[in-house]
């Protein structure tokens, strides 16, 4: 069974940061892109940043880019998202998902979804 | 603002059927495929549909979709009340950032 939990999430003050971890099992990680995706309350999702499967190329958001990065372990079966220079419009349920495919790509989509970790930025 | 658009709501009667568009620009339809998310309340998203029209293991056939040039649709039969719930749109957009981006959401009524 295809297993993905995040963590790492909680109050933060604008500026501050936060490393969010998501430990993965039932499937062989080293071969799946990893992204992230998040959902601020009452709202839509919002793609936030991906991971080939090798972690050789990182994508990211232009509302994320330059304060976000997004790395993996395969020895650990597991993504982060380092978040820095965090700012009130970052508060939102972060979730981790699967991509199908060693690359992400025009093909991408994600099958597989933690139930997210939820960050507040506020001061 | 999402690039993809979406109505906001829909809603029908159980047994019945609903349709849920999607639109995009041809920078992010025209080569990439769509996909597809419900998202019950208070859970995860979870995949629908993935490369335009096709249903991963254990999605009823009562979820269908299709894509066009400029748009998707997706499509839901014999409507059930646990079929309530937001759906979401997702795409490759190859603007000047690559990546996803997802439509803003429809919420279904069943009525």
């Known amino acids: 069974e295809v297993q993905l939990m995040e963590s790492g999430g909680g109050l933060v003050q604008p500026g501050g940061s936060l490393r969010l971890s998501c430990a993965t099992s039932?499937?062989?990680?080293?071969?799946?892109?990893m992204s992230w995706v998040r959902q601020a309350p009452g709202e839509g999702l919002e793609w936030v940043s991906a991971?080939?499967?090798?972690?050789?190329?990182?994508y990211y958001a232009d509302s994320v880019k330059g304060r976000f990065i997004i790395s993996r372990d395969n020895s650990k079966n597991t993504v982060y998202l380092q978040m820095n220079s965090l700012r009130v419009e970052d508060t939102a349920t972060y979730y981790c998902?699967?991509?199908?495919?060693?690359?992400?790509?025009?093909?991408?989509?994600?099958?597989?979804w933690g139930q997210g970790t939820l960050v507040t930025v506020s001061s | 603002q999402s690039v993809l658009t979406q109505p906001p709501s829909v809603s029908a009667a159980p047994g019945q059927k609903v349709t849920i568009s999607c639109s995009g620009s041809?920078?992010?339809?025209?080569?990439?495929?769509v996909s597809w998310y419900q998202q019950l309340s208070g859970a995860a998203p979870k995949l629908l549909i993935y490369?335009?029209?096709k249903r991963p293991s254990g999605i009823p056939d009562r979820f269908s979709a299709s894509k066009s040039a400029t748009s998707a649709t997706l499509g839901i039969t014999g409507l059930q009340t646990g079929d309530e719930a937001d759906y979401y749109c997702?795409?490759?957009?190859?603007?000047?950032?690559?990546?996803?981006?997802f439509g803003g959401g429809t919420k279904l009524t069943v009525l």
């Open positions: 998902a699967r991509v199908p495919s060693f690359f992400f790509d025009f093909y991408s989509n994600f099958d597989y």
């Open positions: 039932g499937f062989t990680f080293s071969s799946s892109a």
């Open positions: 991971i080939t499967a090798g972690g050789g190329t990182t």
């Open positions: 041809n920078s992010n339809f025209g080569r990439s495929y």
């Open positions: 490369e335009n029209d």
């Open positions: 997702g795409a490759w957009n190859t603007g000047l950032s690559a990546g996803v981006v």
